[in-house]
Nanobody, 123 residues
Framework: QVQVVESGGGSVQAGGSLRLSCSAS????????MGWYRQAPGNQRELVAG???????NYAGSVKGRFTISRDNAKNTVYLQMNSLKPEDTAVYFC?????????????????WGKGTQVTVSS
């Protein structure tokens, strides 16, 4: 079993900052990529930022220049530093891990989601 757990959400005023953390643990051989997604009420889940094992990053246009994703490979942990927050950033933020399972041959890949953490930005 693999567990993905997010932390760091909360409420902040517009212009403020928050830092989200996400750790993956369990039967993981190697993580390929981790990413942050968000879903606001009535909207579909969307990619916010992703990072691969070699450090390549990808950001949604709406957060470029404001959010920064980083990763600690040794801890299977990914962070999302969110600055200059706007009310439209309000959503539940979910972490996703894409990984290879330990003890399988050929190596089997899988994806797991966290339960999400609420981010609320007030104007």
């Amino acid at each position: 079993q693999v567990q993905v757990v997010e932390s760091g959400g909360g409420s902040v005023q517009a212009g403020g900052s928050l830092r989200l953390s996400c750790s993956a643990s369990g039967n993981i051989f190697r993580i390929n990529a981790m990413g942050w997604y968000r879903q606001a009420p009535g909207n579909q889940r969307e990619l916010v930022a992703g990072i691969t094992s070699d450090g390549s990053t990808n950001y949604a246009g709406s957060v470029k220049g404001r959010f920064t994703i980083s990763r600690d490979n040794a801890k299977n942990t990914v962070y999302l530093q969110m600055n200059s927050l706007k009310p439209e950033d309000t959503a539940v933020y979910f972490c996703n891990a894409d990984y290879y399972l330990m003890g399988t041959w050929p190596s089997q890949s899988a994806r797991s989601w966290g339960k999400g953490t609420q981010v609320t930005v007030s104007s």
